[in-house]
């Protein structure tokens, strides 16, 4: 079974960092794009983080740009998000997700983990 | 701020057909990139309903479909049922923003 595990989100406060990670199984992890999407409480999806099968190409979203790093294990198969100089606006259940082969369609979604940034 | 426009809500009674439309522009829809749909049900990640316009994943049933045209797209829901209350989402890509996946504001679809 395809599946995907997030883990690492917690409370923590603005100016803060913390550590998503993304367990993948079920497929070669290593010959997919993975990306990274948030859901504000209440709020719709945001796209955040997109990283190429090999890692050597990378796109971020300008809201998350030069404070969030997206990166790759593919020998552990596991997908990553650093968050660093966190804001209250950052507060979301954070969803990582496989691209398709063809075209850029998310399947499947993690089941999330909320990061709440606050004081 | 997204670049996709959806309205905030659709409602229908049980059976009927209910449309969402996905209104973009000249650099995500209109220049021809593929239109992708979500499913988010209450308290779950979203699901793949839709992908490339108009196909739909295996166990998703036809009651669901998607079309494109021009600078939009839309999901149409037949015979509704209650089952299909749930929030949706379009997502494309957009030129104008590097390496930019796009998703709409978000439906929510009510069953009366």
């Known amino acids: 079974e395809v599946q995907l595990v997030e883990s690492g989100g917690g409370l923590v406060q603005p100016g803060g960092s913390l550590r998503l990670s993304c367990a993948a199984s079920g497929f070669t992890f290593s010959s997919y794009e993975m990306n990274w999407v948030r859901q504000a409480p209440g709020k719709g999806l945001e796209w955040v983080s997109y990283i190429s099968s090999s890692g050597s190409t990378i796109y971020y979203a300008d809201s998350v740009k030069g404070r969030f790093t997206i990166s790759r294990d593919n020998a552990k198969n596991s997908l990553y998000l650093q968050m660093n100089s966190l804001r209250a606006e950052d507060t979301a259940v954070y969803y990582c997700?496989?691209?398709?082969?063809?075209?850029?369609?998310?399947?499947?979604w993690g089941q999330g983990t909320l990061v709440t940034v606050s004081s | 701020q997204s670049v996709l426009t959806q309205p905030p809500s659709v409602s229908g009674a049980p059976g009927q057909r209910v449309t969402i439309s996905c209104t973009g522009s000249?650099?995500?829809?209109?220049?021809?990139?593929?239109v992708h749909w979500y499913q988010q049900l209450p308290g779950t990640a979203p699901k793949l309903l839709i992908y490339?316009?108009?196909n739909r994943p295996s166990g998703v049933p036809d009651r669901f479909s998607g079309s494109k045209s021009g600078t939009s797209a839309s999901l149409a829901i037949t015979g509704l049922q209650a089952e299909d209350e749930a929030d949706y989402y379009c997502?494309?890509?957009?030129?104008?923003?590097?390496?930019?996946?796009?998703f709409g504001t978000g439906t929510k679809v009510t069953v009366l």
């Open positions: 490339g316009n108009s």
């Open positions: 997700a496989r691209e398709g082969t063809v075209k850029n369609w998310f399947d499947p």
């Open positions: 000249s650099s995500n829809i209109g220049a021809g990139y593929d």
């Open positions: 997502q494309s890509y957009d030129s104008s923003l590097s390496g930019s996946r796009v």
